[in-house]
């Protein structure tokens, strides 16, 4: 059955050099010296440490624990040692470090108790706790939890797209693992349908891996899965992204400000099913994936790497030739270059890309933009690159918002099309970052306003409720005294200065009786010279003090009429 | 000439009328020109600038009373904004007020720290928690970097950290434009 393809806008064919690590079968990496596994992998909240220096871990251990639900966990990929937990450099353009689990292994792979997951056992809630604890994100590139896109959407899921385009030249990684391993890519698939109770599973494949999609066929015959369905597509670049295969494979296309779920489509990766698969049916998280190896290598391939092994560690056995000036993750359309050679393998890693200036020449210099349209017409994102990149030039970021600057998903399709040599996804990149930081900057002041109002309103009303309350005590204490006053037969004429006299003469009772109230303390068992101090510091205080109490009566404004 | 009269002044009346009642209707409440400045202003609440908070400077910028180069959190970067907004000069910070420095926050030494309470009281965003004798912390999200909780310490316990970039604050660069030299 032929089934109606649709198509997107733009999209460039560039050449695909994918036959030359298509030749062998995917390979195993030999341990090295030292995993250092980034605990920041994912889309999300970084996960916390689980393990410290000196523990010794086994393959599959939980080494961070995911971090509120928008985040993922992260397993020992071997067993061993810990032998630091402290920050490296990660796989990231930016060279930054974060905090890593350095692993020496002990070359035993010994795993932990791994349990097959029962899906009937357990509610689809329970499932995707079960995901994010095994560390299970999207291994296409975007590396977002998976369990958080494996809740069916409010309108129900129709259909679930699997991935296996994988457009980008040189990469092949996805393509050996659905020639040898369609089997339990297929299986992943079926637990996501019914994770996500969808009606059809379609798996899309680009027309140039003739041999990865027969072997998906015969799985798909094999498994006997009457819903799903493998679809050649054409090969046109960016097929592979999300939107665009969906527009391919249903005609929906997702518009500004929606998500495929909306339309009841929900979009993983070959990897990420084959990697569900694992979870479920051999309680074994995500410890390793294939990474394809290739650029200026001898041996052009595919690897089953362990996440944490360093880039230049798996490089080197495809040989690395003389004149290699870079590694790249990702193709050469979307790729980051690295900031160094040892960084480590993470789930985002779908290729290492060993680069030189014979294979990626450096950029011509850019100069003007002359309106010609030609990245208007290759963008898939149906988008205009040239206004976009006006705007960010110019650091109009206001401006480059309103031409749907986040709807550009760094294809890099204008790029490679600009006659004028403009770094036209630099621009987008530098935009979008510039953007975000200005928002987190907004979001920051905004909180301290509300803080600082919040703040100045609560010293305000404390201060109103401590004068009401004292105002309240006076009144109280003004009123008890009036009833006394008013109680005691005294004339009406004065009667303010009636009640002062009153309040001042209460006042000084109660004085006296906390006065008399005080209990000499410490007097028990005195030697007999200090009880007679005691005594007659009694009898002298009793002696001056006059008998009333008024301390005006005194005696001593006398004394000098008496000498 | 009646009639042009009676023309005229019964536009004058309708036009009056209908002036009145825009000039109650979209009648604006409150001084929309201290709001704009007080979005430029950092938020940071530290005084520096001679009022008590970033609310009452852009009060005084909008009267006229304070100038536009006394923020130095908001850096030169916050000068321009206002100065673009009120169609002045840019001038240089005033360095009566302060130096821009880079975004940091406070720290409290926890092993120093006696549990006074006198930093919570002096906090302008609440953002320090603690109680009397109780050891006390910065929550660092919060802490706008004011460093008004440093003079009221009686034991110097807290110091302010510049904050470092991450991968989530990292930016990527303005592309460089490389000049082509002259043939």
Known sequence: MQRKLFKFNGGVKPATYKTDSTREPIKAVPLPAQLIVPLHQHVGGTPYPLVETGDVVLKGQRIGAADGNVSSAVHAPTSGRVVAVEPRVMAHPSGLTTLSVVIEPDGEERWIDCEPISLRAMSPDQVRDELRDAGVVGLGGAVFPSHLKLKPANGGTDTLVINGAECEPFITCDDLLMRERAEQIIRGAEIMQQLLQARRVLIGIEDNKPEAIAAMQHAVSARAAGSMEVVAVPTRYPAGGAKQLIRVLTGIEVPHGRRSTDYGVQCFNTGTAYAIADVIDRGRPLVSRIVTVAGNVERPGNYEVLFGTPMNHVAALAGIKPGTDRFIMGGPMMGFRMPAYDVPVVKATNCILVGSPELFPPPEPEIGCIRCGECARACPADLQPFELYWYSRAKNFGKAQEYHLFDCIECGCCAYVCPSHIPLVDYFRFSKSEIWARERQKHAADVARDRFEFRNERIEREKREKAEKLAAKTAASRAAASMAAAAAPAGTSDHSEDSKKALIAAAMARAKAQREAIAPQNTEALPPDQQAQIVNADAHRAAIAPADGNIAAQPTEKSPAEG | ?183
């Open chain 2, 1 to 183: 000439m009646l009639s042009a009269l009676l023309v005229m002044a019964g536009l004058a009346i309708a036009i009056g009328a209908a002036l009145g009642f825009a000039a109650v209707k979209f009648r604006v409440e409150g001084d929309p020109l201290v709001d704009k400045i007080d979005a430029i202003l950092p938020q940071t609440q530290c005084g520096q600038c001679g009022f008590p908070g970033c609310k009452p400077y852009a009060t005084a910028i909008a009267s006229g009373e304070a100038d536009i180069n006394q923020c130095p959190p908001g850096g030169e970067e916050g000068i321009r904004k206002l100065a673009d907004l009120l169609g002045r000069e840019f001038k240089p910070l005033n360095a009566e007020n302060g130096v821009e420095k880079p975004k940091s926050v406070a720290v409290i030494d926890e092993n120093t720290c006696i549990g006074c309470t006198l930093c919570i009281q002096a906090c302008p965003v609440d953002a320090i928690v603690g109680a009397a004798k109780q050891m006390h912390t910065v929550i660092d999200q919060l802490c706008t970097g004011c460093e008004l909780c440093l003079a009221p310490c009686p034991v110097d316990c807290i110091t302010m950290e510049p904050v470092g970039e991450t991968v989530d604050t990292w930016k990527w660069h303005y592309p460089v434009i490389p000049i082509r030299t002259a043939a």
